[in-house]
C-alpha cells in the first residue's frame, strides 16, 4: 500500500510537467457547457402554423396570446404559412382525418416535457378558437405529464457532457503522459523496474481517475448553478462514472503507448471523446433517432452510462430500453478495456525488442 | 574487488537487419570492478549494455547477470542492478527529490530506510541542497549526478552507466569520477560505455575496445598500452621536413603522420632510449622547435588495431 501510495503521489505530481494539458482537459468542457447552455436557451419559440384560411389564422394568433405561455408571450412565436413541409421543427395543421376536423401536431425538437407542455399550451388556444366551428365534436386535452416538473433542455445537454468531461480528462491526459514517457526515455524506468505492471497501471489509472472525477464534478457543479438541477445522488453519479472513467484511462493509455508520441495520443483522445459523444446520446437519447443510429450508439459506451445517469436527474425515470443489459454491457467494456490495457502495456513496455 | 563474476557475457551477436551491432561478443565482469565497453559511436557499446539489461533479445549466445539468466530470470536481475542511461531520464519538471521518490516506488524492497539512502546519496553527489529544486534547473553534469544518485539508491550491486560524462563540463566530469571510484571501493560493480579515452583509462579497471560490434582488445588500460611496443613521438620543425621516410630511416617507426604542415607524428620503437639519437638527427637540416614522446594512449591503441583513431 506504502509503494501504491508513492506511485500515486508521484504521478500526481505529474501535473506539473503539462499543466496546460490538464487545464485544457479539466476546465475545457465546462467552458463549452457554459458556452453551449447560453447557446441553447432559446428566446423564442418559433412554431409555424398551416391555416386554410388567414382570417382564422389571425384569430389564432389572438387566442394564442390570450392562453399565453409559462414563461412569458414571447417565448412563442406562431408563424403563419402556407404547407406543411416537412423539416420544420414546430407544424401544426389544421386538416380533416377521416371526416374528422383534427389539430395536427408534428415537432422535431429533442424530446422535452418543456417543449410538451408548451405544445399543450398553443393546443388549448386552437382548441379554443375553434371549439365553436367543431361543434359538438369538441375536443378536451388531458395532460399526463410525464416528469412532475418541466426540466429544460439545458439539462439534459449538461448531463451527456458529465461522461464527456471525465472521458475527456482521463483519455487526453493518460495518452499524453504515456506518451511523454517515451518521449522523455522515462519509460526505461518502468521496463527495468521489477515490481508488477499491475502496480504501475493501477497507480497511473488512479491518478486519471481523480482528474476525471475533477473535471466531470466541475461540469456538474456549473451544471446545477446554472439550471438549478442537482443530481438524486451525488454518490451514484460518481458510482456511474467509474466504469466509464476506467474505458477512458485504458484508451488513453492504450494510445499513448502504441503511438509513443504526445500529439497523436492527445489527438486520438480528442477525437474518440467527441465521436463517443456525438454518437452515445450526447444531444438525446439514443431511442429519440432512428433504429439504426439507436443501435450504433448502443455499441458506445457512453449511451448506457446517460441512461444510467438519467433517472437521477429526471425523478427516477427509466429510460434505457435493457437497464440491467446496460449495466453488463459497461462492465464488459471495462473489464475488456483493463484487460486490453495490461496486454499492450506487456507488449510494448516489458517486451525484449526482438 | 570481490571474488567472482558480476557478469558473463558468452558469444552474443544481435543483427539489426542485415547491420551486425554486436558480432560474438564475450567477456565477463569480476564484481566490484569498473569495467568499461570502448569505442566510437556505433561501435555497439549501447546495444551491448541493452543485451545485458535484457532490453534486447540476443540472437546468438547467453547473458548472465550475478548468476542469473537475463532472460529467464529478469526481475531477480531488475532488484540487484542499475542503470544511467545515455540521455538522462529525469522528469524534468519535478525536483531532484520527487525523481528519487518515484525511483523508490519502483524499485527499493525495503521502503522504510528509503529516505535516510537519499539524504546520504544527495549529499553523496553535493544536490542536497538542491533536492528540491526543478530538475530542469540543473547542469548537464547535476543531472548526471542525480542519475547516480537514482541508480544508486535501491543499493544495486551492478550499476550501467552508458557515457558518464556526455555532455559534462570539466569540473563536474572529475566529480562524476570521483563518485564512480568512491561506490567502486564501496564494493559496487561498474559497467561503463564511453568513446572517451581519458574516461576510460582513468576509471577502468578493465576494458574491452569494440569496433562494428566486435571486441578487438580486451585487457587492463595499462596492458592494452604496454602491448603496443611503440612510443609516440610528436615533432615540430622549421623549415617542415620534406621526406619523413629518408629523415628516419635509421630508425623503426610506423604510421607517420602530418597533423599540421610543420608537424609530424610517428611511433616508434624505443623512443625513449633514442631521444638523444633523434634529436642529433633532425637537428643536422632542420631547427627542432619542440619534441614530445610519449605513452601510446588507448587512442594509438584503437589506432593500431582498426588503422584509424577512436575519434574518427
Known amino acids: 500500500m506504502r509503494r501504491f501510495s508513492l506511485l500515486l503521489q508521484s504521478e500526481v505530481k ?84 377521416n371526416g374528422i376536423p383534427t389539430a395536427l ?62 472521458y475527456l480528462a482521463a483519455a487526453m491526459i493518460g495518452g499524453y503522459l504515456m506518451a511523454q514517457e517515451f518521449e522523455s526515455g522515462t519509460i526505461l524506468s518502468y521496463r527495468l523496474c521489477p515490481i508488477s505492471p499491475l502496480l504501475i497501471l493501477a497507480a497511473k489509472i488512479t491518478r486519471l481517475m481523480i482528474t476525471a472525477l475533477t473535471a466531470a464534478v466541475m461540469l456538474y457543479g456549473t451544471l446545477g448553478l446554472i439550471t438549478g438541477v442537482w443530481s438524486s445522488s451525488f454518490l451514484a453519479l460518481l458510482i456511474i462514472l467509474v466504469p466509464f472513467i476506467l474505458i477512458a484511462s485504458c484508451i488513453g493509455l492504450i494510445a499513448g503507448m502504441v503511438t509513443r508520441s504526445a500529439l497523436p495520443s492527445f489527438l486520438i483522445a480528442l477525437a474518440s471523446a467527441f465521436a463517443f459523444w456525438l454518437i452515445g446520446s450526447g444531444f438525446g437519447l439514443a431511442a429519440g433517432f432512428s433504429p439504426v443510429f439507436e443501435k450504433i450508439s448502443r455499441l458506445i459506451p457512453n449511451t448506457p452510462v446517460i441512461e444510467m445517469l438519467f433517472p437521477y436527474f429526471y425523478f427516477g425515470r427509466q429510460v434505457a430500453a435493457h437497464p440491467l443489459g446496460a449495466k453488463l454491457q459497461l462492465a464488459g467494456y471495462t473489464i475488456a478495456l483493463l484487460l486490453i490495457v495490461i496486454l499492450v502495456y506487456r507488449s510494448i513496455v516489458l517486451s525484449k525488442e526482438r | 574487488m570481490a571474488h567472482g563474476k558480476a557478469i558473463e557475457v558468452r558469444s552474443v551477436t544481435r543483427n539489426f537487419g542485415n547491420l551486425v551491432a554486436v558480432d560474438n561478443l564475450s567477456f565477463h565482469v569480476g564484481r566490484g570492478e569498473i569495467f ?149 571501493e564501496a564494493g559496487k560493480t561498474f559497467v561503463i560505455s564511453t568513446n572517451n579515452m581519458v574516461e576510460a ?45 629518408l629523415l628516419l630511416s635509421e630508425y623503426t617507426v610506423q604510421n607517420i603522420t602530418r597533423p599540421q604542415p610543420d608537424k609530424l607524428r610517428f611511433e616508434m620503437q624505443s623512443a625513449n632510449t633514442n631521444t638523444a639519437e633523434l634529436i642529433k638527427t633532425i637537428s643536422k637540416n632542420h631547427q627542432l622547435d619542440s619534441i614530445l614522446v610519449a605513452r601510446p594512449s588507448l587512442d594509438d591503441v584503437f589506432l593500431f588495431h582498426t588503422g584509424r583513431a577512436l575519434r574518427e
Open chain 1, 14 to 97: 505529474q501535473f506539473l510537467t503539462a499543466p496546460v494539458v490538464h487545464l485544457i482537459a479539466i476546465i475545457q468542457p465546462t467552458l463549452m457547457y457554459i458556452l453551449m447552455s447560453i447557446i441553447m436557451v432559446v428566446p423564442t419559440f418559433e412554431m409555424r402554423i398551416v391555416n386554410p384560411s388567414l382570417e382564422i389564422g389571425n384569430d389564432f394568433l389572438a387566442a394564442v396570446e390570450e392562453v399565453g405561455s409559462p414563461i412569458g408571450p414571447d417565448y412563442i412565436e406562431p408563424v403563419l404559412v402556407d404547407d406543411a413541409t416537412p423539416g420544420y421543427r414546430q407544424v401544426v395543421e389544421i386538416l380533416k382525418i
Open chain 1, 105 to 166: 401536431q408534428r415537432y422535431g425538437y429533442i424530446d422535452s416535457n418543456l417543449v410538451k407542455n408548451l405544445r399543450n399550451r398553443l393546443t388549448a388556444s386552437l382548441l379554443v378558437l375553434w371549439n365553436i366551428e367543431l361543434g359538438d365534436q369538441g375536443i378536451t386535452i388531458h395532460e399526463y405529464p410525464w416528469l412532475p416538473n418541466d426540466i429544460p433542455y439545458t439539462v439534459y445537454f449538461g448531463m451527456a457532457m458529465i461522461p464527456l468531461a471525465a
Open chain 2, 36 to 184: 568499461g565497453l570502448l569505442g566510437p559511436n556505433g561501435a555497439g557499446k549501447t546495444t551491448a549494455i541493452n543485451l545485458i539489461l535484457g532490453l534486447l533479445k540476443a540472437h546468438q549466445g547467453d547473458i548472465q547477470v550475478l548468476g542469473f539468466d537475463i532472460n529467464s530470470q529478469t526481475r531477480q536481475v531488475y532488484h540487484r542492478i542499475g542503470y544511467v542511461p545515455q540521455e538522462t531520464n529525469l522528469y524534468q519538471d519535478l525536483s531532484a527529490i520527487d525523481n528519487l521518490w518515484h525511483h523508490a516506488a519502483l524499485y527499493c524492497q525495503d521502503l522504510r530506510v528509503v529516505k535516510a539512502r537519499m539524504e546520504e546519496l544527495l549529499n553523496f553527489t553535493n544536490l542536497w541542497q538542491r533536492r528540491k529544486d526543478p530538475v530542469k534547473t540543473f547542469s548537464g553534469g547535476m543531472k548526471r549526478r542525480l542519475a547516480l544518485a537514482r541508480a544508486l539508491l535501491h543499493d544495486p550491486e551492478v550499476i550501467f552507466f552508458d557515457e558518464p560524462t556526455l555532455g559534462v563540463d570539466v569540473q563536474g566530469r572529475f566529480a562524476l569520477w570521483e563518485h564512480i571510484q568512491l561506490q567502486r
Open chain 2, 201 to 245: 583509462d582513468t576509471l577502468c579497471d578493465r576494458l574491452t575496445i569494440l569496433d562494428h560490434g566486435k571486441a578487438i582488445a580486451l585487457d587492463t588500460p595499462e596492458n592494452l598500452k604496454a602491448d603496443m611496443q611503440y612510443d609516440v613521438v610528436s615533432i615540430h620543425t622549421s623549415p617542415p621536413v620534406e621526406d619523413p621516410d
